[in-house]
């Protein structure tokens, strides 16, 4: 289901499309949904973004808040439509894992129309080069020990703590301008597992300079 809120901008005309014939626009996206939002969470968090949450995963984190299964089929016509409708030109894409998608073409045509694009994915395929503006990697390898990291460089790591050796992120960290660790909140555990969580990581990022803090703020907030 397509969720458009109530936050969206009256009065804003929808943009000339040029690319009114373009074919590439009728190509189809599994589309869990759409909303306007800030960012809750890392380098860009408390900034106003549209997010493009893709539906399928390569991956099943025990605690992800996301029913990535279920999705709508859209046209990147129809997405385009969508996202005109709010006065904002940063664009977050996320699941599910985004990078599963055909995301060249979908910048080939989005980014033309004055967007900024921003991914946040779990690292485990590669992304086109020069088709992002931002990249958010997320490595869930504390889950999937096996499991190869492909994206290695990027803007920002940020990483979801839940008990694992940092010693692992060594190597990773290297191909990233900002190193974000982050609580695992997980919402089928109580508030006594989940506070402590939260002070551990605490504790964790004041005795290591290599990394930031980074909370969800959106969730305190009980928006998305």
């Known amino acids: 289901m397509i969720n458009m809120g109530n936050d969206k901008v009256n009065g804003v005309s929808k943009e000339d499309d040029s690319s009114e014939g373009d074919a590439r626009l009728d190509q189809i996206f599994p589309v869990v949904?759409?909303?306007?939002?800030?960012?809750?969470?890392?380098?860009?968090?408390?900034?106003?973004?549209?997010?493009?949450?893709?539906?399928?995963?390569?991956?099943?984190?025990?605690?992800c808040?996301?029913?990535?299964?279920?999705?709508?089929?859209?046209?990147?016509?129809?997405?385009?439509?969508?996202?005109?409708?709010?006065?904002?030109?940063?664009?977050?894409?996320?699941?599910?894992?985004?990078?599963?998608?055909?995301?060249?073409t979908?910048?080939?045509?989005?980014?033309?129309?004055?967007?900024e694009i921003a991914i946040e994915t779990n690292g485990t395929i590669s992304l086109p080069e020069d088709k992002i503006d931002w990249i958010c990697v997320s490595p869930k390898d504390q889950l999937y020990p096996t499991v190869n990291i492909r994206q290695k460089t990027g803007d920002e790591l940020k990483v979801v703590w839940v008990g694992q050796d940092l010693s692992m992120y060594d190597e990773l960290r290297k191909?990233?301008?900002?190193?974000?660790?982050?609580?695992?909140?997980?919402?089928?555990?109580?508030?006594?597992?989940?506070?402590?969580?939260?002070?551990?990581t605490y504790k964790i990022v004041k005795n290591a300079p290599e990394w930031s803090l980074s909370l969800q703020t959106h969730k305190w907030l009980g928006v998305r």
Not at 42 to 61: D, E, K, Q, V
Not at 106 to 115: L, N, W
């Open 106 to 115: 979908f910048s080939d045509v989005i980014r033309p129309k004055g967007y």
């Open 175 to 200: 191909g990233f301008d900002y190193h974000y660790l982050q609580p695992c909140y997980d919402e089928s555990m109580g508030i006594e597992w989940n506070g402590k969580n939260f002070h551990q």
């Open 65 to 104: 808040d996301t029913e990535f299964d279920i999705w709508t089929e859209m046209t990147l016509r129809e997405i385009v439509e969508v996202i005109s409708e709010w006065d904002c030109k940063r664009l977050v894409l996320t699941g599910g894992e985004p990078a599963l998608q055909d995301i060249s």
């Open 33 to 63: 949904e759409i909303f306007y939002s800030i960012q809750g969470e890392g380098h860009f968090s408390g900034s106003p973004s549209i997010f493009i949450r893709f539906g399928g995963c390569n991956l099943a984190c025990s605690w």
